[in-house]
């Protein structure tokens, strides 16, 4: 099992900056994949961006060149978003994806933080 806490949440202006933070616990070694996914009201959840544990990175084309996806550590995962726009308002969930021999892979989720872009 792995449990996930996300933080950084809050209001920004357009423009603005925030710093999502992701730290990871329980079975990290199992971990291959990261992401960050968000959702909009009344809008299906949607991928943002993701970091492999080798350091491979993919991101929507939506944030490329706003958004950052970042591991300083096995535990630790960011996302930098710079150039925030009303439409980035959404709860930010982070993701892990971790494999299990015999088993395939499990999906883990975060509880959420709300960014919302507003003046």
């Known amino acids: 099992q792995v449990h996930l806490v996300e933080s950084g949440g809050g209001l920004v202006q357009p423009g603005g900056s925030l710093r999502l933070s992701c730290v990871a616990s329980g079975d990290i070694a199992s971990i291959n994949t990261r992401g960050w996914y968000r959702q909009a009201p009344g809008k299906e959840r949607e991928l943002v961006a993701t970091?492999?544990?080798?350091?491979?990175t993919n991101a929507a084309d939506s944030v490329k060149g706003r958004f950052t996806i970042s591991r300083d550590s096995a535990k630790n995962m960011y996302l930098q978003m710079n150039s925030l726009r009303p439409e980035d308002t959404a709860v930010y969930y982070c993701h892990a994806r971790s494999y299990y021999p015999g088993s395939g892979y499990s999906d883990y989720w975060g509880q959420g933080t709300q960014v919302t872009v507003s003046s």
């Open positions: 970091i492999t544990n080798s350091g491979n």
